[in-house]
């Protein structure tokens, strides 16, 4: 599910985007937190799927490996593949 935090934006002027620079259009995990180590840990990410929407990545614990997340990336490798 993908979600876009600028349209949920508290203050003005941020709702419609202006001013988001191409920096911050995505983003890797180094940390997120596991619900069975009861807290952040690093992750690995791994390739699930290549679909017409992009790559779908999964990111799993490093520690224990339940998977903790997952991303679809518009600008990935394979996902540009596909696209020609």
């Given at each position: 599910?993908?979600?876009?935090?600028?349209?949920?934006?508290?203050?003005?002027?941020?709702?419609?985007?202006?001013?988001?620079?191409?920096?911050y259009?995505?983003?890797?995990?180094?940390?997120?937190?596991?619900?069975?180590?009861?807290?952040?840990?690093?992750?690995?990410?791994?390739?699930?799927?290549?679909?017409?929407?992009?790559?779908?990545y999964?990111?799993?614990?490093?520690?224990?490996?339940?998977?903790?997340?997952?991303?679809?990336?518009?600008?990935?490798?394979?996902?540009?593949?596909?696209?020609?």
């Amino acid at each position: 599910m993908e979600r876009d935090i600028f349209n949920n934006y508290p203050f003005s002027g941020m709702g419609d985007n202006q001013g988001v620079q191409s920096d911050y259009d995505e983003f890797d995990a180094v940390e997120l937190y596991c619900d069975k180590c009861k807290r952040a840990v690093p992750v690995r990410k791994n390739l699930l799927l290549i679909l017409p929407e992009g790559d779908k990545y999964e990111y799993t614990c490093a520690l224990c490996g339940n998977s903790v997340g997952d991303k679809i990336d518009k600008s990935g490798q394979y996902y540009t593949i596909l696209k020609e």
